[in-house]
């Protein structure tokens, strides 16, 4: 045994007696993190650009700002980076892409015209990675969506256009399933909306109604494939209205039992997805959430262990949602190492995980007894429990570096092969 994990087994071994002296068995919370599958999402590594030979700038009212050098510039580079950042992230995990990731090679394929051999590559890597994909259409940037609407268009013959490319991914999505051996979440979200006031809020809406109704026309089993549904209260340029509401998508989904898609970044900023978990979960089949960090606006900053992102992680033990819930990650942020934010983000939504799993009983059993005080004062109290020396403990049985290890070699990385990239 090294020093250093000679050292991280010392110090587990006091947090663990610590946490039984409280009532926590960490063995049971080090099992239970170990099996939450996480969503990262691709599209940290090249800001949402993907690989289609005709390159359509980013729209449909979400933005990436910042300039730093190393964005992958096809699958290849996107899949080194991705494997850069898994291992060095604890656990077991899944990828989710958008259908503007296919390896196209220097063909054209148009939105309408993508097929599960664009998607084969992916699929052999994850294989070769052990982990999981998951699957979106992609409704955004793109000629055909340059007015802001899409499934919701008045043209019919756009809405068909849009239509056809969502129901081919859910056979993409569904086939990919089937391969993995491992359902595969394809969420549904749209940027449809208007700038200033519509006068007609309502037949938009029933015409997106329809165009769902028609995508999930054709039958595809549970086993392989999930369909989520992306709610949003407003974008760049979609303002005053966005045709797929909180409360448009959640009658839909509650109505035709998809899964809703809750993203920390598409309510009122005093609004919390936290306290969405329970309500949604009782009327719906499973929840897909995308954790992400609004700072005065859907921005879209790396996640954090901040209290938004660690209130969510405390719903989801509390109210046993965890095997109902995929949690996904959304974020996209130019500015900084983009392996470094998928790391960071990653590990801040674990850590959340763990420090929930990690919750003495007494806070419960306070509100039962009604001791709102007590209640309280352990609520405070498991913040500073020795969480950090459990976490210290994951990273070494996952094989992944502890602390800031990681960032030395993904600084190597940086200079040796992003660097190149300029
Ligand atoms: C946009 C939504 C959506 C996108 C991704 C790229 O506001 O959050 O999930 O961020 O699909
Ligand atoms: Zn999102």
Redesign the pocket.
Known sequence: MSKSSHSVELAYRMARDRYASVGVDTEVALERLASIPISI?C?QGDD?RGFETSSNALS???AVTGSHFGAARNADELRADLEVALNRIPGSHRINL?AIYGDFGDAKVDRDAIEFEHFRSWVDWARSQEVGLDF?P?C?SHPQSADGFTLSHANPSVRAFWIEHCIRTRSIASQIGAELGSAVVN?I?I?DGSKDLPANRLEPRLRLSDSLDQIFQSPHPESHLLDAL?C?LF?LGSEAYVVGSHEFYLGYAIKHQKLL?L?A??FHPTESIADKISSVLMFVPRLLL?V?RPMRW?S?HVVLLDDPTLAIAHELVRCNALHRTHVGL???DASINRIAAWILGTRSILKALLIALLEPAEVRLAEERGDLTARLLWMEELKSLPWTHVWDKFCEVQNVPIGLEWWSDVQEYESDVLSQRR
Do not use: A
């Open positions: 999402h599209w949402v449909g009212g979400i958008h979106n992609t955004f969420n979200w940027p992306e949003k974008g898609c993203d970044g598409h995308h992400s859907d879209d959304d974020y996209f």
